[in-house]
């Protein structure tokens, strides 16, 4: 049968006996019976090692540090093992320290030997962990990898996969439902003579018997929880992250991360392994797993290297060819830039540095390199994630002069930036791109035609937005007139009416203040697209709350004066947001205009238009031939009028409009302050509906006797409202106007809006904004667009 899984255990992890006792327990508790074990030299031991080839190069007396090294060994088996246990390992010990004593004592030690002096500690730890594990009443067994791992001697040993496959699999067969405890960072030539695997080779040792042994998964216990989206020693809030794909932990590695080695990842390559990376001081914690094929994305890593060594040159080639140079050495730049004229810089760790400068002085003369220099001033920041593009904005806002422009290979954003900015800008990163994403909840109150348009929009203008702004906007709430869907979570927007329909209850301001209290968003904004006056009333109530308001109701904006200034007064009080251009001209950018032109530095004089998609229809197709009753009584069969065609007819709806605009453009008015001049005589305002429609032929004399009056003056009617603002004189009113027949009123598809704008910039030939004023996806744009910036607004705050 096929073994599962593989663990390997670090120096930390092996530091003293609390520690073997803890990794034992991890095991057992872990793991099955025929689990393979890798594991790195107890503690410090590799450097005690090291430490003692010094002193013998140097001269100096080294016994007594071999005493303190075999001591500490000595005393681990002591307090981990009993007598019989025990004092087998003390005699392969004692064996031990009279082998390094004799290595010691040679005038001058060959590579060979001097790797063999440092295979001691995994040897050691191999020995001791199998032991304990036997101790604990489960089959295990020592395995020196020497005996395992056939490589090629060179700067790193290269192993031979074949030859070592087959020595792996023949281990695996002759200890079926054993642990298997394997040294780490040691392999041997075809001599058996011991080669060490480098930095983090017992990382490396892991993954590639793994690979070899057709592992599923390989779980390195070391003393952190796994790999975090910023330094967690550096950044307070840094987070955990549960998943990555392997080629976002290779970037990440090859950038320096202190948990990942790049070599160490390779083996997984073109294989089903897993890695996961956990802590052995708490195994009971989340962890990082990283999945060889995973295509998804995880959340974005923000590293650093306080300093690097950074190449500058001039070269006659072409880029690729020099960075194909280091490809095929092995080496590739942490990062680089190139200009057109032919310079070119190429980031390296301090510890490559030697590496690159040897390849561009082998390539000098082929790449025609010159000007070679080198400078360690800079440190790197950078982010990782397979969809780093998407953070190119938000990183490079934070760039300084001083910064190198952002390098981008599709995995990774990398810039230099002096040594002393690497801290702080390392935290701002990491807290603009990789810190959690501002939550903006959305609570849509009307769910009725423009609602559901609304959604339809939204559905489709959210992964932009998001994409865009770097947040996560969610709809957290839908109101009906008598019902409410409140939600902590982002509403399903394919199923909401279903959602709706299943989990709505009834609901008054009260309550739905109440609940809105535990929705976890950093803001909220409300959608106001009802009609209702109720709700108006509320918008100070939501204000206090913090929450910010966009209008398709028109009735707060054209509500009472000293209403109207308390709202924008909380508005500056609170920092909060009012947008409200759908509740004039629907989809039309007047208000945009009108702020446009104002902090230009233009005056506004005069704003006219016909606002009313309902009586744009009418006039347009008011022509004498038939009467003004008959198309009234047209339009309400074709749904362009309000239920009660008095609604429209009265020009109330206009005269809100215009007061809106009146005040956007600074005018503080009352809504009586604006004249109006409705179509429906008094004796007909106050009846019921039935009898109105019963009469509503009462209107036609009086239109036919103003066409025709105006025809003879070669004009047309329309019902315009109009504001004049000249000498502090206000001249403002809504009604039919006589206009001439090549005036911007009298020539308008039928159902249009317009707006003129007059100013001192645009007098002789005003501005004209024209186009549908009504309907429900129009309208759910205006809606859509207000929300999208406050939500720019609101990430400029």
């Not at 317009?754 to 186009?771: E, K, T």
Request: aromatic share 6%; proline share 4%; hydrophobic share 40%.
């Amino acid at each position: 049968m096929t073994r599962c899984h593989l663990h390997k255990f670090g120096g930390s992890s092996l530091a003293d006996a609390d520690c073997y006792r803890r990794v034992a327990h991890i095991l057992l508790t872990h793991g099955h019976s025929d689990d393979l074990i890798v594991v790195s030299a107890a503690g410090k031991s590799t450097n005690f090692l090291y430490k003692l080839l010094e002193l013998t190069e140097s001269g100096l007396l080294w016994q007594e540090e071999l005493q303190v090294l075999i001591s500490y060994q000595q005393n681990l088996i002591e307090q981990l093992l009993s007598n019989e246990q025990a004092r087998s390992l003390r005699e392969r010990l004692s064996t031990d320290k009279s082998q390094l004593s004799t290595l010691l004592s040679l005038d001058e030690l060959s590579d060979y030997q001097r790797n063999q002096v440092v295979s001691f500690g995994e040897r050691w730890s191999s020995r001791l962990l199998a032991a304990l594990l036997r101790e604990s009443g489960v089959g295990a067994v020592d395995v020196d990898a020497r005996t395992l791992l056939v490589a090629d001697e060179g700067a790193v040993p290269q192993i031979r996969i074949g030859q070592s496959k087959q020595k792996v699999q023949a281990m695996l067969n002759a200890h079926p439902n054993e642990r298997l405890v394997i040294t780490g960072f040691i392999c041997a030539n075809d001599k058996g003579d011991t080669l060490l695997l480098g930095r983090n080779g017992s990382d490396y040792s892991a993954t590639l018997l793994a690979s070899l042994a057709n592992i599923e998964r390989v779980t390195i216990w070391t003393d952190v929880e796994g790999v975090f989206n910023a330094d967690p020693n550096r950044i307070n809030d840094a987070r955990l992250l549960k998943s990555m794909s392997l080629t976002e932990a290779n970037r990440l590695a090859h950038l320096g991360s202190p948990v990942l080695h790049n070599r160490t990842l390779q083996p997984l390559f073109d294989t089903n392994v897993s890695l996961a990376v956990r802590s052995s001081y708490a195994p009971h914690t989340d962890f990082t797993l990283i999945a060889p094929k995973s295509l998804s994305a995880s959340a974005p890593v923000v590293t650093s290297l306080p300093s690097v060594s950074l190449f500058s040159l001039s070269f006659n080639a072409e880029l690729p060819q020099l960075l194909e140079c280091f490809a095929k050495a092995g080496l590739a730049p942490l990062a680089y830039w190139s200009s057109a004229s032919g310079r070119a810089e190429l980031a390296f760790t301090h510890e490559s540095e030697k590496q690159a400068r040897a390849i561009f002085e082998v390539n000098i003369q082929v790449l025609g390199i010159d000007a070679l220099e080198v400078r360690q001033d800079l440190g790197l920041v950078a982010l990782v994630s397979a969809d780093a593009a998407l953070y190119r904005r938000g990183f490079s806002r934070l760039l300084s002069r001083d910064a190198h422009p952002l390098c981008n290979d599709g995995l990774s954003l990398v810039t230099l930036v002096p040594k002393g900015q690497v801290s702080l800008l390392t935290q701002k990163v990491h807290r603009r791109c990789a810190g959690p994403r501002k939550r903006i909840g959305v609570l849509l109150l009307g769910i009725g035609n423009i609602g559901d348009a609304w959604i339809e929009l939204f559905k489709r203008a959210r992964p932009v937005l998001n994409k865009e702004l770097e947040v996560s906007v969610e709809l957290v709430g839908l109101l009906s007139s008598k019902l409410a869907l409140l939600s902590e979570t982002d509403i399903d927007l394919n199923h909401w009416q279903q959602q709706f329909n299943e989990q709505a209850t009834p609901w008054d301001y009260s309550h739905l203040f109440e609940r809105l209290r535990h929705v976890e968003c950093d803001e909220l904004v409300a959608l106001d697209i009802s009609a209702s006056a109720d709700l108006a009333l509320q918008y100070p109530a939501f204000f206090a709350r913090g929450i910010h308001m966009v209008s398709a109701n028109k009735l707060a904006g054209s509500g009472p004066l000293p209403f109207y200034q308390e709202l924008k007064q909380q508005l500056d009080n609170r920092r909060l947001f009012w947008r409200y251009n759908a509740s004039c001209g629907a989809g039309l950018p007047v208000q945009h205009a009108l702020n446009d032109l104002h902090n230009s530095g233009d005056a506004i004089e005069a704003v006219g238009g016909i606002f009313s998609g309902t009586l744009c229809w009418l006039f347009e197709h008011f022509d004498g031939t038939k009467p003004f009753s008959e198309l009234v009584l047209q339009a309400k069969a074709l749904g362009l009028t309000e239920p009660d065609p008095r609604d429209d007819l009265s020009g109330r709806d206009m005269q809100r409009k215009l007061l809106i605009l009146a005040r956007e453009i600074g005018h503080d008015i009352e809504l009586d302050d604006i004249a109006l001049h409705s179509l429906v005589p008094p004796h007909l305002a106050q009846i019921p509906l039935a009898e109105f429609i019963e009469r509503i032929s009462e209107l036609d004399a009086e239109m036919l006797r103003q066409y025709q009056a105006a025809a003879e003056q070669n004009k047309v009617l329309r019902y315009v409202a109009s504001l004049q603002h000249s000498d502090a004189q206000l001249a403002a009113q809504v009604g039919i106007e006589w206009v001439d027949r090549n005036d911007p009123y009298a020539n308008l598809t039928p159902g249009d809006n317009v707006f003129v704008i007059r100013s001192h910039f645009y007098q002789d030939n005003p501005l004209i904004i024209r186009g549908p004023g009504a309907g429900r996806e129009v309208t759910a744009a205006a809606v859509q667009s207000d929300l999208a910036q406050i939500c720019r607004d609101l990430l400029q705050e």
